[in-house]
C-alpha cells in the first residue's frame, strides 16, 4: 500500500494556520474594532474601559460556555436568561432572610441543576426539541418566579454578604493590578471546560452526539446521558452567572437576565457554532463574546443612542449565519 | 474512432486544489453525443470532483470548459442545467413529500392560460417521459414511497423534461438489485439511441464493459488514459487505476473454525421471520440476498440497533439484550452499517476521531485522551487502509466516498481486541478495487485470530469469494444455506429468488431496448 505518513506531517505549521484559517476572522475584527474606538475617543483603551468590559463580560462568558455545550450537542436553551432570573431571586430572598451566603449559593446551584435535567428529560425521553422545551421553559420559570418573589426582593440593596465577591479583588498582581473575582471564577470555569471539550472523552462524545446521535449510539456513546449533561452543564452556568451578576450589581434585579439568551446564542453562532450541532469551540465563542462587548461598549462611549446594542446582536446572527451559509456553498455541500 | 465528431462537453487542462490536496491536475475529457464514457479511479482519484465541476458545484481553479464547441463558466447547477446537463447524484435530491409529477417539473411546472399550475399537463407528460422510458411510474405517487431504483429514474426523467443532453451518473448502481440494474441499462441505452452524452462513474468493472463505450482511469487527481472499452481488459484497467498488477482478489486462508460463538434462535422483529443460526469463532459467514431480503436488518437486529420481538442472541455464552446496542458492544460485538451517511459518519468531525469513536477508551486515562497514542493509531490505520487524506485533522466530509468508508471500517478494527464477532454490512460499496482486496485481507486476518465475521452483501462475487459459509435470505426469513464448496452462483441466485417476480409491479424493464 502507499506510504501517506500521516502522522509526521509537518505538525507544529499546520496547526497554526488552521487555527488562523478558523480564528483569523474574529481576531481580526476585534482588533480593526478596538482601534477604531481608541481613536474615536481619548480613553476607549483606557484601564476603566478594560474594566468595565472585565466586568461585563464575565457572566456573558459563562453563559456563552454552557451555551456552547448545548448547541454542540446539536440542541439549543432558550431558557438560560430565566433560569438566572429565578437564581437570582432565589439568592435575594435566602440571604435577606438571613441565611449565609454558602447556602445561598448551593441552593442557587441546585437550582439549576434540576432545571437542566428537568429540559433534558422533555427533550431525550419525551423528544420534544429542544426549542420548545426550552421556549417554554423560558416563560415557565420567569412567571413562577415574578410570583414568588413578589417584587419584594428586587428592591433590596446593598447586601453586605454579596460585596465581598461582587466588588472584591484577589490579591495584588503585577502589571495588570487588582483581579477582580468574577474574573477570576469565569477564567477558572471558562479553562477548565475548553480542556473538557478538546481533551476528553466526554467532549468528544458531545461532539459526536451533536455531529450525528445514530452514529454515536451506534458506536456505543451514552447519547441521552451526554445531552442530558450538556444541558445540565448550561442551566448550572446559568445560575452561577447569576450569582455573579447580583452580586456586582448588589441586588436582585427584576429584569435580571431578560433577552440575554438572544445575545448569547448570537455570540455562539459567531463564534463558529451551528445550529445543526457537532460545530463550535470554546476560543471562537469567547472572541465572539468579547467582540460583542467591545461593540456595546463602544457604542456607549460615542454616545450613539443605546438602542443600537439590541440591534448589534441581531446583526451579529445575521453575519454568523451568512458566513456559515457561504463556507457551505464554497464546499459544496448544499 | 470517430475523431471529427463536435463532443458535447470537452474539458481541457481542468485543476481543482482543495486544501492539502491537488484533486485534479491538469485533466482532459471529453464526452460525445450518444456516448456513455465511464470515469474509473481509485478511491479519492477525483471522479466525483471531476462531475462537480462539471455539474457547476465547484468551480475549477484552472482550465478550459467547452460545451457544443462554445467556452462557458458555470457558477452555479443552475448555469449547468441551462446548458442542459444534469447530475443525478447518489444522495438524490428529490423532494420527498411531493408526487412523482411534481418532481420531474420542479421548477418549470405546465401552467394553463390564467397561470395556474395545469396539473393534468403536468401529470400526462411526466407520464409520456416515463413511457419514453420505458416505465411505469404512478406520476401521483410520493416520491418518499418509491424506491431508490425509482427514485433514480424520477431523476432522469427530471433530467429529461429539461432537455438534458449530457447525464452525468455517479455511482448510480451501488443500492440497486440486478434486476435494478438491468432496467437502469435498459434506460440508458435508449437515452443513447435519443443522442444523449452519458458520464458512467462505478467501481464495478463488469458495468463498463457491459455500457460503456469509452474509459478514462484516474489516478492520484491525473488521467492515466482514456481508451475505446473494446481495446481494454479488465486486468489492464486495474492496473492503471491502481499503477500496478493486481494479484489475488480474494485472499483466503485455511479457516480454523472454533466453538459456538454467536447463537441466534428464533428472531423476528422488523420484518425478520424466525430466523436461526450460529456463528463459530474463527469463521466467515456470508449473509446473502436481494435488495429487500432483509440481509442488513438482520444485522442491526442481532445488534440491537432495530427493534427484536422474539428470539435470543447469544455471544460467547452470555445473553445480549434486545435494542440495546451498548450491550452488544460491551459483551464484543462491532457492527459496520450499510448507510454510511445516516448510521456511520460524524460528518464536522475529524477523521481521526471518527475512527476512534468506539474505541475511545483505549486511548483514555479515565476520561483523559492521550492524544499521542489516539494520532499514532489512527495514523497506522490510515496508512494500512492506505485512506486518502490531507490530514489526521480533515473533517470527514471533505474525504471521497470509499475513503470514508474505509475510515469507519477502521473504527471497528481499532477496537480488535476486544471484538469477537464483526458484522459486516456491505462494507466494500463504493470502494475501489484495490482497497476491496486490502479488506477482504483484513477479515481474513481477523477471522485466523479467532474473531467470528458475519458478512452482509448483495454482491455474489465477494460472498462467494471470502465466506466459510453461506446463508441465502429470501423475505426476512433464511432460505438455504451451503458450504463454501457447494455454494455457485446459481445456486445462491435460485435460493434468493423470490417465488413472485421480486417486486417489480411498477418498474419495467423495457423491451427491445439492448444493453
Ligand atoms: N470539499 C472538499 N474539501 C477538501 N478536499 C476535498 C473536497 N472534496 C474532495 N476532496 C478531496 O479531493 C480528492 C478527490 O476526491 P473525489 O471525491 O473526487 O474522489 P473520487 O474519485 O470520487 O473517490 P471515490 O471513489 O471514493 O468516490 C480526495 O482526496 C478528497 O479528499
Ligand atoms: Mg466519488
Redesign the interface.
Same mark, same amino acid.
Given at each position: 500500500?502507499?506510504?501517506? =505518513?500521516?502522522?509526521l #506531517?509537518s505538525k507544529r505549521t499546520?496547526v497554526w494556520r488552521?487555527l488562523l484559517l478558523q480564528y483569523g476572522g474574529l481576531l481580526l475584527a476585534l482588533l480593526l474594532l478596538m482601534v477604531a474606538f481608541s481613536l474615536k475617543t481619548d480613553h476607549f483603551l483606557s484601564l476603566t474601559t478594560l474594566r468595565t468590559i472585565s466586568n461585563q463580560i464575565p457572566y456573558a462568558v459563562l453563559l456563552a460556555v454552557g451555551m456552547t455545550c448545548v448547541m454542540i450537542v446539536g440542541g439549543i436553551d432558550l431558557s438560560v436568561g430565566s433560569v438566572m432570573f429565578v437564581a437570582a431571586a432565589l439568592a435575594g430572598k435566602l440571604v435577606l432572610g438571613g441565611q449565609p451566603l454558602w447556602l445561598a449559593c448551593a441552593v442557587i446551584l441546585l437550582t439549576g441543576l434540576v432545571y437542566g435535567a428537568v429540559n433534558a428529560l422533555f427533550i431525550t425521553r419525551l423528544r420534544v426539541i429542544p426549542f420548545i422545551v426550552t421556549l417554554a421553559m423560558l416563560s415557565i420559570l420567569r412567571g413562577l418566579a415574578y410570583t414568588f418573589t413578589d417584587a419584594a426582593v428586587q428592591n433590596a440593596h446593598n447586601i453586605e454578604a454579596f460585596r465581598a465577591i461582587g466588588i472584591g479583588f484577589i490579591a495584588q498582581l503585577p502589571v495588570v493590578g487588582r483581579v477582580p473575582w468574577p474574573v477570576v471564577i469565569t477564567a477558572v470555569i471558562f479553562a477548565v471546560f475548553a480542556v473538557i471539550l478538546t481533551?476528553? /472523552?466526554?467532549g @468528544? &462524545?458531545i &461532539? #459526536?452526539v451533536? $455531529? =450525528?446521535p @445514530?452514529?454515536?449510539?451506534?458506536?456505543?456513546?451514552?447519547v441521552y446521558g451526554v445531552k442530558t449533561l450538556a444541558f445540565v452543564i448550561t442551566a448550572v452556568l446559568a445560575a452561577l452567572s447569576a450569582f455573579i451578576l447580583i452580586a456586582r450589581m448588589n441586588s436582585g434585579q427584576n429584569n435580571a437576565g431578560f433577552g440575554f439568551e438572544l445575545q448569547v446564542i448570537g455570540a455562539v453562532l459567531l463564534g463558529g457554532a451551528?445550529l445543526a450541532g %457537532?460545530?463550535g469551540t470554546l476560543v471562537g465563542t469567547l472572541l465572539a463574546v468579547l467582540l460583542l462587548g467591545t461593540l456595546n461598549n463602544g457604542i456607549i462611549l460615542l454616545g450613539i443612542n443605546s438602542h443600537w446594542q439590541v440591534a448589534v446582536n441581531g446583526f451579529a446572527i445575521l453575519i454568523a449565519v451568512f458566513l456559515d451559509a457561504r463556507r457551505r456553498r464554497a464546499? +459544496?455541500?448544499d | 474512432m470517430s475523431e471529427s465528431i463536435q463532443p458535447m462537453l470537452e474539458m481541457r487542462g481542468i485543476r481543482k486544489v482543495f486544501p492539502g490536496v491537488i484533486a485534479l491536475d491538469d485533466v482532459d475529457f471529453d464526452v460525445r453525443p450518444g456516448e456513455v464514457h465511464a470515469l474509473l479511479g481509485e478511491n479519492g482519484a477525483g471522479k466525483s470532483t471531476l462531475i462537480?465541476i462539471i455539474a457547476g458545484?465547484?468551480r475549477r481553479d484552472g482550465g478550459s470548459m467547452l460545451v457544443d464547441g462554445q467556452d462557458v463558466d458555470f457558477r452555479s447547477p443552475a448555469d449547468a442545467l441551462e446548458q442542459r446537463i444534469k447530475v443525478v447524484y447518489q444522495e438524490l435530491d428529490l423532494v420527498d413529500g411531493l408526487s412523482v409529477a411534481e418532481n420531474v417539473f420542479l421548477g418549470g411546472y405546465p401552467k394553463t392560460a390564467r397561470g395556474f399550475v395545469d396539473f393534468s399537463a403536468l401529470k400526462s407528460r411526466t407520464r409520456a417521459l416515463l413511457a419514453d422510458l420505458g416505465l411505469e411510474i404512478d406520476p401521483d405517487l410520493p416520491v418518499g414511497e418509491l424506491r431508490v431504483a425509482e427514485q433514480q429514474m424520477v431523476e432522469i426523467a427530471r433530467a429529461l423534461s429539461r432537455q438534458a443532453q449530457l447525464i452525468v451518473m455517479d455511482e448510480p448502481t451501488s443500492a440497486l438489485s440486478p434486476a435494478e440494474v438491468d432496467t437502469l441499462f435498459a434506460v440508458i441505452a435508449r437515452l443513447k439511441a435519443r443522442g444523449v452524452a452519458i458520464v458512467y462513474v462505478s467501481h464495478k468493472l463488469d458495468e463498463i464493459y457491459r455500457i460503456a463505450d469509452r474509459v478514462t482511469v484516474f489516478r492520484d487527481g491525473k488521467r492515466v488514459v482514456t481508451e475505446e472499452v473494446a481495446n481494454t481488459t479488465p486486468r489492464q484497467l486495474v492496473a492503471w487505476m491502481v499503477g500496478r498488477d493486481l494479484q489475488d482478489l480474494f485472499p483466503k486462508s485455511e479457516a480454523h473454525i472454533g466453538p459456538p460463538l454467536l447463537v441466534v434462535e428464533g428472531l423476528s422483529g422488523s420484518g425478520l421471520r424466525d430466523v436461526s443460526f450460529t456463528v463459530h469463532a474463527g469463521e466467515v459467514v456470508g449473509i446473502f440476498g436481494l435488495m429487500g431480503a432483509g440481509i442488513n436488518t438482520l444485522g442491526r437486529v442481532i &445488534?440491537g440497533?432495530a427493534r427484536r420481538d422474539a428470539g435470543t442472541v447469544t455471544l460467547d455464552g452470555a445473553r445480549v439484550r434486545p435494542n440495546a446496542?451498548?450491550d452488544a458492544?460491551?459483551k464484543g460485538m462491532g *457492527?459496520l452499517?450499510e448507510s454510511r451517511k445516516?448510521?456511520?459518519?460524524?460528518?464536522?468531525?475529524s477523521v481521526r476521531?471518527n475512527m476512534t469513536?468506539?474505541a475511545? $477508551?483505549r486511548f #483514555?486515562d479515565l476520561?483523559?485522551?492521550r %492524544?499521542g497514542a489516539e /494520532? @499514532?493509531a489512527a495514523?497506522e490505520y490510515?496508512?494500512? *487502509? +492506505?485512506?486518502?487524506?490531507?490530514?489526521?485533522?480533515q473533517p470527514i466530509? &471533505?474525504l471521497s466516498g470509499g475513503n470514508q468508508q474505509k475510515t469507519l471500517m477502521a473504527?471497528w478494527l481499532l477496537r480488535r481486541d476486544s471484538l469477537k464477532l464483526l458484522i459486516l454490512a456491505e462494507p466494500t460499496r463504493g470502494i475501489d478495487v484495490g482497497s476491496k482486496a486490502?479488506i477482504y485481507r483484513l477479515i481474513d486476518a481477523m477471522a485466523q485470530r479467532g474473531m467470528g465475521i458475519l458478512f452482509m452483501s448483495t454482491e455474489m462475487p465477494e460472498i462467494l469469494g471470502i465466506a466459510d459459509r453461506i446463508l441465502v435470505m429470501r423475505e426476512g426469513a433464511i432460505s438455504a444455506e451451503f458450504t463454501r464448496a457447494e455454494a455457485s452462483q446459481e445456486r445462491l441466485v435460485a435460493a434468493a429468488a423470490t417465488t413472485e417476480p421480486e417486486g417489480e409491479a411498477t418498474l419495467v424493464a423495457p423491451t427491445g431496448a439492448s444493453a
Open positions: 500500500m502507499k506510504k501517506t =505518513n500521516i502522522a #506531517a499546520a488552521s481533551r476528553t /472523552t466526554l @468528544r &462524545y &461532539y #459526536a451533536g $455531529g =450525528n @445514530r452514529a454515536a449510539a451506534l458506536s456505543g456513546v451514552r451551528s %457537532g460545530q464546499l +459544496g455541500q | 462537480k458545484v465547484y &445488534y440497533a446496542p451498548r458492544i460491551a *457492527l452499517t445516516d448510521d456511520g459518519l460524524v460528518l464536522p468531525l476521531a469513536l468506539a475511545l $477508551g #483514555a476520561t483523559w485522551i %492524544g /494520532t @499514532r495514523a490510515v496508512d494500512r *487502509l +492506505g485512506i486518502k487524506t490531507p490530514s489526521l485533522r466530509r &471533505y473504527r486490502e
